[in-house]
């Protein structure tokens, strides 16, 4: 049985940061490529990073570039997502996903394996 299960959420003050974590069982880790997806309350699922299968490729969100760093260690089934300079907006609940494909991808529904999510809020 796949899981993902996201950690590192919780509050902290515009400008701070934050590393979340998201340890993956079940699946061939090292061969999935890993997103980090949020979601605020009323707005829908939006894309925030991607990472290849050997850490060769990343992809990011524009509202996050320079800001965010999405990371793996396949030894350790875990990818990570290092945020700083948070702002308000960033204020939302953090999924991670897996997806067997070998393209980049930035749209929820590509992804085949999700986690439960965890909170991070922003205050200003």
């Known amino acids: 049985q796949v899981q993902l299960v996201e950690s590192g959420g919780g509050l902290v003050q515009a400008g701070g940061s934050l590393r979340l974590s998201c340890a993956a069982s079940?699946?061939?880790?090292?061969?999935?490529?890993m997103g980090w997806f949020r979601q605020a309350p009323g707005k829908e699922r939006e894309f925030v990073a991607t990472?290849?299968?050997?850490?060769?490729?990343?992809s990011y969100a524009d509202f996050v570039k320079g800001r965010f760093t999405i990371s793996r260690d396949n030894a350790k089934n875990t990818v990570y997502l290092q945020m700083s300079s948070l702002r308000p907006a960033d204020t939302a609940v953090y999924y991670c996903a897996a997806d067997r494909s070998t393209a980049l991808r930035v749209k929820s529904y590509e992804y085949d394996y999700w986690g439960q999510g965890t909170q991070v809020t922003v205050s200003s």
């Open positions: 079940g699946l061939p880790f090292s061969i999935f490529k």
């Open positions: 990472i290849s299968w050997s850490s060769s490729n990343t």
